[in-house]
């Protein structure tokens, strides 16, 4: 009898520090590496992308504790995808041997990276761990999916994505939440008269085509030459497809053989919006990422987000955990 009542009491002491015993994923490790994703206004070029990333490497390059860096310009390895305002750097560090101290730690250089780059006006920067377990998606932290359920536009989104990365930053259990998500990328578009190209002998086909050996490259054929075989690919010189008015230059051959000037079937315009649109659950979504504050487990932080989120989120939209091998 005396056994049975020593089980149950020992179970219910389990269940009990179960309850309060912070939960958690995979604990953030120091790797002997760190990432930092530097990020331009919306349409920024790559010069001027290079220029903030030239800021970051003299941020690294100060610190006793950083021995090498990378640079990639022109890549967002966050969202995974080619952008002129995007870069990201690989931070290595020093050996763990002549980092012993607390603050010579992969976790404090990035809370130090953090802050020494908000004084970069030109750019944000975003610093990060890598992966408890490399393959596991792409960071440490967590990742969420800000999901619109009512198709809300695409700068309403942003709004409501900034509103709550604001909120989630004034809270202690959560640190460097943020997102390279932007609704302002500026695009030309061209308005074509399809019914004035039909009356003037031009097919859709025979437009877009045009548009693209002239403005991109266009596949011709194959040849065989020195045992191999190769490309033929049509494109125009750079110097003629540098700038806006370069589009008045184009002309189009019709059914009849006459040269068409674009100019007189097309307008152009410029239109704003983001460069890539996520979907997650088949909804319009916006990729947020964060860590914990130091100190706290992932669980705490997990819990922490909900929180946030059922307070500042407006009607029709929901938060769901992001890629595996974050916090879940």
């Known amino acids: 009898m005396l056994s049975i009542v020593l089980i149950a009491v020992f179970g219910l ?11 958690g994923f995979l604990p953030e490790e120091d790797q002997g590496a760190f990432f930092v994703a530097i990020q331009p206004p919306d349409g920024a070029s790559v010069a001027r992308t290079g220029e903030a990333v030239g800021r ?5 390059k100060s610190m006793p504790q950083v ?10 390895f966050l969202d995974s995808f080619s952008s002129s305002n995007s870069a990201f750097m690989l931070a290595v560090l020093q050996p763990f041997a ?6 010579d730690s992969a976790q404090a250089l990035i809370a130090k990276t953090f802050n020494d780059g908000e004084q970069i006006r030109a750019a944000t920067v975003f610093p990060f761990n890598l992966p408890p377990v490399i393959g596991l998606g792409t960071s440490g932290g967590f990742e969420y999916q800000l999901e619109s359920f009512e198709g809300a536009d695409l700068a309403t989104m942003g709004s409501a994505a900034q509103g709550l990365i604001a909120a989630a930053n004034q809270d202690s259990r959560l640190a460097r939440v943020f997102s390279t998500y932007g609704a302002t990328a500026p695009s030309l578009y061209l308005d074509i008269d399809r019914e004035k190209a039909q009356s003037l002998g031009l097919t859709i086909s025979d437009v877009f085509t045009t548009l693209q050996a002239t403005l991109g490259s266009y596949f011709i054929n194959y040849f065989n030459l020195f045992g191999r075989t190769w490309q033929v690919n049509l494109e125009s010189e750079a110097a003629h497809r540098r700038d806006v008015p370069d589009l008045w230059s184009i002309y189009i051959r019709n059914a009849k053989g006459t040269m068409v000037p674009l100019q007189s079937i097309a307008s152009l315009r410029i239109v704003t919006g983001p460069q890539v649109i996520t979907r997650y659950n088949n909804y319009r979504s916006v990729p947020l990422d964060g860590s914990p504050a130091s100190g706290v487990a992932s669980g705490t932080a997990l819990a922490a987000m909900a929180e946030v989120s059922a307070k500042t989120l407006p009607p029709g939209y929901g938060l769901r955990r992001g890629q595996a091998g974050r916090p879940r």
């Not at 090498?68 to 967002?76: P, R």
Request: glycine share 12%.
């Open 98 to 103: 002549n980092r012993a101290k607390v603050a």
């Open 67 to 76: 021995k090498d860096t990378i640079s990639v310009i022109g890549y967002s």
């Open 13 to 23: 002491g389990v269940a009990g520090i179960g309850r309060v015993t912070p939960t």
């Open 56 to 60: 970051v490497e003299a941020i690294l």
